[in-house]
């Protein structure tokens, strides 16, 4: 079924659960949303948490770098910040009679990009070379970012007075869209009685280190796609260019993401193989953002989600044994 040798990723499994409770220990409630943004730092992409003020955002990302023994850093979008702010400036050094360079915020494992959308779009590009070739170029000089790295934005999907909406080239650059949500009765109040005092964050330890994400992000890449597999996350994506209700489908990199994503969720599930489910199960989160519905499934009241639904129950998949 695969040519990776009949690798087992039992160890792989164990690592990521030990990260993602971990986590769950400051976000209760919220399994999915934490292994989902895990699969996507091991896939080597990027999140966009869209939610409402207040749900978690911002902890899940601290929680992550915590849970990780790695930097973290983070940048609050605002009007008035400049790309430099981001990426770096270039400082005349009068000792040494040369510029040297100061590294931006961005230079960090997780870069938490803070209401992302309230930042003007000059210093929101500041971010698409780092999140796509992982390098910063400033004065013509590249500074190569370093591993594991990965940009959580958040942005509140309700506020928009003097907000910057994201254009489609940095939409396309998150691997995944994600929702944190509201918590269920339960979970409301085990946050209640977790952090009515001191904060939880103040107490989490980290249980791995930069060396094992690394390994688990290169162990990830090992995971086998069969090529009707591949065939069958083109067929999605092409579903969604030819579709009437669709007036921007998905592009190219989407269907490269919904790869590595799916192998990096295989290798959670403790397999070296990918299954039909695996690209299914990712298939809203990765490809919902990157499409624009046509005006006239605007005024119907169509959604996305809708959409993705029915192509899913559509595009006929791969048989088990062919996989």
Known sequence: ????????????????????SNVERTIQGKGEVIRLTLVTLLAEGHVLLEDVPGVGKTMLAKSLARSLGSTWARIQFTPDLLPSDVTGVSVWDRSTGKFEFKPGAVFANIALADEINRAS???????????????????????????????????????????????????????????????????????????????????????????????LIEAAREVYVAPTLKRYIVDLTEATREHSDIYLGASPRASLYLLRAARALAASRARDYVVPDDIKDLALPVLAHRLVLSPDAQMRGSSIDDVLDGLLGRVPIPEREQA
Do not use: W
Request: proline share 6%; with cysteine; net charge negative.
């Open 1 to 20: 079924m695969s040519d990776t040798g009949g690798r087992d990723f039992s160890a792989f499994q164990k690592a990521f659960e030990t990260i993602a």
């Open 121 to 215: 779009p000059k210093t929101q590009s500041a971010l698409l070379e780092c999140m796509e070739e992982r390098q910063v170029t400033v004065d013509a000089t590249t500074h190569l970012l370093g591993q594991p790295f990965m940009v959580i934005a958040t942005q509140n999907p309700l506020e928009h007075e003097g907000t910057y909406p994201l254009p489609e080239s940095q939409l396309d650059r998150f691997m995944m869209r994600l929702s944190v949500g509201y918590p269920s009765r339960s979970s409301e109040l085990q946050i209640l009685e977790t952090h009515g005092g001191e904060s939880p964050l103040d107490e989490l330890q980290a249980v791995t280190d930069e060396t094992e994400v690394v390994a």
